[in-house]
């Protein structure tokens, strides 16, 4: 521990990459999880020696792993992706229900997709999720709510009267 309290940076890893990484996956798929994950560690690096508490290394990677993969949405619809010619029976094939779902959390807006994702994937307190997102309690428990209805409504292919 240093005088401040923070653990070396190689501990805030090992106990908090996993959780990271699956938070990144959730947040842009497993093709672009590794991308998110190495820039959120690289710039948790850059920011360590300032930060101040060492209680919100879990919440404040997380805001770091959140706002990597916005960049990364970002930066993808900025390019264009030229393709040869589309692969007919691409789509003719079951997607497992896992992947479809989390495709669908991956579509939602940046907030609810996020809250969501730290919600159940992680499976965060409210409190924790709002620490991570840095907004209030109940601002995390409505993303949740707004999420899980968007994917109700695409999930059952109506509209949610709840």
Known sequence: MSSR????????????GDDVWRFSVSQVGRD???DVFQETMLAALAAFPSLRDPNAIRSWLF??????AVDLFRARARVAVPVAEPDPGAHHGAELPDEALWTRVRA???KQRQAVALRFVLDLKYTEVAAAM???TEAARRNVFEGLRALRRCMTGGDDAS
């Open 134 to 136: 840095e907004i209030s």
């Open 63 to 68: 805001r770091i792993a959140a706002r990597k």
């Open 108 to 110: 939602l807006p940046d």
């Open 32 to 34: 672009r999880a590794d």
């Open 5 to 16: 309290g923070l653990p070396p940076f190689e501990h805030v890893v090992e106990e908090y």
